[in-house]
């Protein structure tokens, strides 16, 4: 297979000259966005005591954001693309700030699931930009790469300082003020990004022979990729949950195959298609793309448990929560920005099967450790999954790396759309594996000796949260029944990171086998 350097066209390699000031705008506005997710993990259970939401209310209140975004992110880029992605950029930190700067008023669980999905549409305004601008304002491959592995940085390091900041925020003040914060981020970017991005477009979205009048905008295939990817999620969702007897979910996910099935056919027979699909066909970019989906999968569960095994287990407060998972923070940031130095040196194949392989046994490391699982061994876990996240840094590059210029945004909206739906994914599958767990570990009968049944019992098996606020009221047998619930939840979390520990290094091994051994990231695309 040939790499070949890009086109030296003097008009479109010219360096840009606020390249890394506009850096600065894209990362701020990334890490936000993905802070915004992380941060929800250690306000739940605020939120969670002052608007009551019921089980299904939570549940939508969790996932609605990445459900919209999926939704959206395909149509998003495609905009951008075609109508300028720094005027969709720009748009996203408007709807983003708006709807944050609405969350105050929000005073029950319904209005903070629209207000979530109104934070989902501003998310899939803003991901592909951000990816699809550092391709256009990096010209240098070399300096792209570098730009990438910072931007994935960002990525890192907002999910990992989301719940320090919600931690130090609920110290002081209500959960609501985790989504303010938002606020005067997004209007410094808004402003900052109209004088620092420059405007990016393809001029001319054809085919590949260059058929001149194609680029027509596809409003069947912008409703069926909303429609089927909406679907898909949703299926996922409520199959994670009540199980593949879901009538709903059934109905969902044939929803999503017609949807999905025939939006494909239509990019694959459009000489301008809205998502350019036969980018998967190159191994670079699958590679890049099974790192992004199994690394998501198993971050997003695993995260979540993480941070309720620390509150409602340990002891911890919030801040104390958002502290104790710093040890990922620390070593994604010391190893992301060596990482495209390291490809360089040892080859991109290598760092990016070897991130998602330290990442996997980082995972491990739970259902691996001395019994009870203490934090010791979560140090350890939670430093080997930020080391493989800081090898990871590569990913976002070996993705460009296989895709033209002219179809960043396509290759961007595949990234994140595989970002998000491996979130969702792990939420719903990674997810159902632990509730399983943790049921499994408090049968029926074993309640009912407590004096536990109907409903009371149902709310001790739903989550931990729920029953550490009924035991009480049951005296001595509720204080042995709430060190089980805990020893449950503990087991759920150390099957949910054997799951995940499993998923990544079977990502790794794809990885090795997709990626070309000789891909060169400072070279330019592959072909």
């Not at 320090?164 to 410094?188: C, D, K, Q, T, Y």
């Not at 040196?345 to 203490?374: M, N, Q, S």
């Amino acid at each position: 297979m040939t790499r070949t350097a890009e086109p030296a066209d003097p008009a479109r390699t010219r360096p840009h000259p606020r390249r890394w000031a506009g850096l600065t705008v894209l990362s701020a506005s990334l890490l936000i966005v993905v802070m915004d997710m992380t941060v929800l993990n250690v306000a739940l259970p605020a939120l969670s005591a002052d608007l009551r939401p019921d089980a299904v209310s939570l549940l939508w209140i969790v996932d609605v954001y990445s459900l919209v975004v999926a939704g959206l992110l395909v149509t998003a880029a495609a905009l951008g693309d075609r109508w300028g992605r720094r005027r969709v950029l720009l748009a996203g930190f408007a709807v983003f700030g708006l709807a944050s700067l609405a969350v105050p008023a929000a005073a029950t669980p319904g209005a903070v699931i629209a207000l979530r999905a109104v934070l989902g549409v501003g998310g899939a305004l803003i991901m592909p930009s951000t990816l699809s601008m550092i391709r256009h304002l990096f010209t240098d491959p070399r300096e792209r790469a570098t730009a990438l592995g910072i931007w994935a940085t960002m990525a890192g390091l907002g999910s990992a300082l989301g719940p320090i900041l919600g931690g130090v925020l609920l110290e002081h003040f209500s959960w609501r003020s985790a989504f303010l914060v938002n606020v005067p981020v997004m209007a410094a970017a808004l402003v900052l990004g109209r004088w620092l991005l420059p405007e990016s477009r393809n001029r001319h979205p054809t085919a590949s022979d260059g058929a001149a009048g194609a680029g027509s905008w596809d409003l069947p295939g912008t409703l069926l990729s909303i429609v089927g990817m909406v679907a898909l999620v949703y299926a996922i969702k409520h199959f994670g949950e009540d199980g593949p007897a879901d009538h709903g979910a059934l109905a969902a996910a044939a929803i999503a195959a017609v949807a999905l099935g025939w939006f494909v056919t239509r990019c694959l027979r459009r000489p301008d298609p809205m998502l350019d699909v036969r980018l998967l066909r190159r191994p670079a970019f699958s590679a890049g793309v099974v790192a992004a989906l199994s690394t998501s999968i198993a971050l997003a569960a695993a995260m979540l448990l993480l941070a309720q095994w620390m509150q409602l287990v340990q002891g911890y407060s919030p801040l104390e929560t958002g502290v104790r998972l710093l040890p990922s923070a620390i070593a994604t940031a010391v190893l992301s920005p060596l990482a495209p130095a390291l490809a360089a040196r040892i080859g991109a194949r290598t760092v990016l099967a070897a991130g998602l392989a330290i990442t996997g046994l980082g995972f491990l490391v739970l259902p691996a450790a001395p019994h009870p699982l203490g934090y010791g061994a979560v140090v350890v876990a939670l430093t080997l999954v930020g080391a493989g996240l800081g090898a990871l840094a590569v990913a976002s590059a070996v993705i460009m790396a296989g895709a033209p210029p002219e179809r960043s945004g396509s290759a961007a909206a595949i990234e994140e759309t595989s970002y998000e739906l491996g979130g969702t994914l792990g939420v719903a599958v990674l997810g159902s594996v632990a509730a399983a767990v943790y049921r499994a570990g408090l049968p029926p009968e074993r309640l009912a000796d407590a004096g536990l049944t109907g409903a009371a019992a149902d709310a001790v098996r739903e989550s931990l949260g729920g029953a550490l606020e009924i035991v009480p009221s049951l005296g001595e047998a509720g204080a042995r029944l709430a060190e089980r619930a805990q020893e449950a939840f503990t087991s759920s979390l150390e099957w949910a990171g054997a799951a995940g520990g499993a998923l990544l290094l079977l990502g790794a091994a794809l990885a090795w086998l997709l990626t070309p051994r000789d891909l060169d990231l400072a070279g330019g695309h592959e072909h």
